[in-house]
Nanobody, 123 residues
Framework: QVQLVESGGGLVQAGGSLRLSCAAS????????IGWFRQAPGKEREFVAA???????NYEDSVKGRFTISRDNAKSTVYLQMNSLKPEDTAVYYC?????????????????WGQGTQVTVSS
């Protein structure tokens, strides 16, 4: 198994930026795809973005053009650069591992979830 730890969350004003990190340890990081999800209070966990082991990406429609997912296999880390943040982006953000080729939104394909990092966007 791979262990994942998220960081980089915080409080930011609308229009601002944050970069989240998902650091991995344990099994070979480059063998996994990584997805970012978020969960707002009272809502279900939803897909945000994913990146395969080879660098192919996928984004949820509401974040396209604002968020960018990337990975640095040498550092065993995946990043989520979030720009033009909106109050509706407020949530706990989680990363999770999936088979190396997977980049879609089905939560059931992901395991080894991190603990999450809070992102709060004020209006």
């Amino acid at each position: 198994q791979v262990q994942l730890v998220e960081s980089g969350g915080g409080l930011v004003q609308a229009g601002g930026s944050l970069r989240l990190s998902c650091a991995a340890s344990g099994r070979t990081f480059s063998n996994y795809a990584i997805g970012w999800f978020r969960q707002a209070p009272g809502k279900e966990r939803e897909f945000v973005a994913a990146i395969t082991s080879g660098g192919l990406t996928n984004y949820e429609d509401s974040v396209k053009g604002r968020f960018t997912i990337s990975r640095d296999n040498a550092k065993s880390t995946v990043y989520l650069q979030m720009n033009s943040l909106k109050p509706e982006d407020t949530a706990v953000y989680y990363c999770a591992a999936a088979p190396s080729w997977y980049r879609d939104s089905d939560l059931r394909k992901y395991n080894c979830w991190g603990q999450g990092t809070q992102v709060t966007v004020s209006s």
